[in-house]
C-alpha cells in the first residue's frame, strides 16, 4: 500500500506556472505507475498526466500536451507537474494517484487528498 500526499498547489495568474508535487510512503515507490487527475466544480474527475515506473513512458490529456511536464524522483520518492501557461479553465483539484500496471490513461488503485489550484484571469 501507498499513502500519497499532494502540495504546490495555489493562486496563480492567467499564464503563470505552478509545480506541484506528491510525496509517496514506502520503500515500493519506484513499483508504481504514477499519474495527475484533476477536478473541477460539477465535473468529473478526469486525467491529466501520466508517468510509468522507470519514467521512461509519460502520457498527457489534449488539453495540457505542451503546457504541463510530469516526472519523477524515484529516489525521493516523489512525482511532480509542472505546469506552465496556465489557463483559467486548468483551475480544479488535482490529485495524485497511483497503480501498480502502467497504461496511457492510467487506472490508480491510490488516491492523494488534492491540492487546489486556481487560475485568474
Known amino acids: 500500500q501507498v499513502q500519497l500526499v499532494e502540495s504546490g498547489g495555489g493562486l496563480v495568474q492567467a499564464g503563470g506556472s505552478l509545480r506541484l508535487s506528491c510525496a509517496a510512503s514506502g520503500r515500493t515507490f519506484a513499483s508504481y505507475a504514477m499519474g495527475w487527475f484533476r477536478q473541477a466544480p460539477g465535473k468529473e474527475r478526469e486525467f491529466v498526466a501520466a508517468i510509468s515506473r522507470s519514467g521512461v513512458n509519460r502520457s498527457y490529456a489534449d488539453s495540457v500536451k505542451g503546457r504541463f511536464t510530469i516526472s519523477r524522483d524515484n529516489a525521493k520518492n516523489t512525482v511532480y507537474l509542472q505546469m506552465n501557461s496556465l489557463k483559467p479553465e486548468d483551475t480544479a483539484v488535482y490529485y495524485c494517484?497511483?497503480?501498480?500496471?502502467?497504461?496511457?490513461?492510467?487506472?490508480?488503485?491510490?488516491w492523494g487528498q488534492g491540492t487546489q489550484v486556481t487560475v485568474s484571469s
Open positions: 494517484a497511483a497503480s501498480p500496471y502502467w497504461r496511457d490513461d492510467l487506472i490508480p488503485n491510490y
